[in-house]
């Protein structure tokens, strides 16, 4: 294997090993540490429209820099949040990964996954699914999210409060 194939191989599998990493903590309630796997400009994205191709020219069901994501973590762990109470319990089963190179300068790896995700509260429960994708960025400490996207395949329907991320 040349130099250039192991470490191709070597960011494939780091990347996945991300993306189920970033699930974990989710469904661990590791809010916090999710948050810092964005990179300082990332964005959390769930269009709200198939194939929706701008945040900007149609209204979204999330989009969240860094900085608002922070705000939405804090609210997470606020005592008296009425959609908290009793906590969101979720898990996020991710499958078919696949890495590439990045085409853009901007980010290095893209990585798309399908998602399911179980969310339970109040003894009911409730089941999103579609495909997340990924850019990536290496910094010194690892990979951080430059845009987090998750397309949901009912995103037109009408949804309650997403109170914890996808």
Known sequence: MSGTDAARAEDEAAAVRFVYEEARLLDERRFEEWLELFDLQGVYWVPSQPGQVSARDTLSLVHEHRSLLAVR??????????????????HHHVSAVVVRAAQAADFDLEVDASLILCEWRHDEG??????????????????????????LINCDSPHRALTVPL
Do not use: C, E, Y
């Not at 850019?135 to 998750?150: E, F, H």
């Open 126 to 151: 409730r089941w999103f699914a579609g495909r997340t994708h990924h850019r990536l960025r290496r910094d010194g400490s690892g990979l951080r999210i430059v845009l987090k996207r998750v397309d």
């Open 73 to 90: 973590v804090a609210r997470l762990r606020q005592a008296g949040m009425h959609s908290q109470n009793p906590p969101v319990r979720t």
